[in-house]
């Protein structure tokens, strides 16, 4: 799933390529990444006729095309979901499910998504900041991000390094790539307890989650495969600079001990076992 640094790609892609333009026709080609516009794919074109879009703005992984009337067109790209800009008579991508057609005659948006776990969804009222995500915690990037607030509050809180970073409602825009990268950078097991953490410590993952997600940013995101790419379809090359996510069986860059992976809420961690010991076991553990 692309996280804070790819979006970011994609936001500032969109924000030069259809910044300033009025939609003139929107062509739904498969319900699915509307269904949220209870109105149905009919309406969900319709609504969009006539608009004016503003800056493409983002918090955390989602992002939304602010509108001429205080709306806004809110997107998350799920596990798949990219825009890409083409002339409008460049055949269609596979999976192409949404076409947007502007005034000027320019170049058409188009929205892509093999998975179809992505959305678009009219958010009234939500140029701002839509309704829909007003729960979703700000990103390192953005200016009122606090480290050492949120570093209290995920200190407070009874859970573990890694859920804490991928709880959106703490911090947003680490998935699992970064939260691995910044729990090796940080040095922290991601089943150490949280309460555990000094404030230092806490300060140092966060610090190191922005560092990590500036460094991808730089290089354009990662990109393993052709579901996410830039909207000129182009990859990202951060995974080349990836310290142990995906280096399951090669030398820690740190220290030269195996990578290993272990699984993880249905999903993987990749640490160094040397530099990111296990944590002692609780009581309760040692109980059970």
């Known amino acids: ?19 300033g333009r009025t939609i003139g026709a929107v062509r739904v080609l498969h319900p699915r990444p509307v269904r949220y516009h209870l109105s149905g794919p009919d309406a969900f074109a319709s609504d969009l006729v006539g608009r ?11 992002l939304w095309l602010p509108l001429d009337d205080t709306d806004a ?9 990219q825009f890409r800009i083409d002339d409008a008579d460049a055949p269609l991508l596979p999976n192409t499910r949404v076409l947007f057609d502007f005034t000027d005659g320019g170049p058409q948006l188009r929205f892509v998504d093999q998975r179809m776990f992505g959305g678009l969804q009219l ?6 900041l839509p309704r829909q995500i007003q729960h979703i915690a700000l990103d390192p990037f953005d200016d009122g991000f606090d480290p050492d607030r949120v570093a209290a509050f995920l200190r407070a809180r009874r859970s573990t390094v890694k859920r804490a970073l991928l709880d959106q409602t703490m911090v947003s825009g680490v998935g699992n790539i970064y939260a691995d990268e910044s729990l090796w950078r940080a040095r922290l097991h991601y089943n150490r307890a949280t309460e555990g953490l000094s404030q230092r410590k806490a300060v140092e993952l966060l610090n190191a989650a922005k560092l990590v997600m500036l460094e991808s940013l730089d290089q354009g995101g990662t990109s393993f495969d052709a579901l996410y790419v830039h909207v000129n379809g182009n990859s990202g090359y951060f995974s080349r600079s990836l310290q142990v996510y995906g280096r399951a069986g090669q030398p820690c860059p740190r220290c030269a001990t195996t990578i290993i992976r272990e699984p993880f809420m249905s999903r993987s961690s990749y640490r160094c076992p ?9 009581s309760a553990e040692h109980a059970r």
């Open 73 to 81: 067109l809110l997107v998350h790209l799920g596990m798949s979901g």
């Open 274 to 282: 040397r530099c990111q010991r296990r944590p002692p076991m609780s």
């Open 52 to 62: 004016r879009v503003g800056v493409a703005r983002r918090r955390g992984k989602y």
């Open 123 to 128: 958010a009234p009222g939500g140029a701002e």
């Open 1 to 19: 799933m692309p996280e804070l640094p790819e979006v970011e790609v994609v936001r500032a892609g969109l924000a030069s390529s259809v910044g």
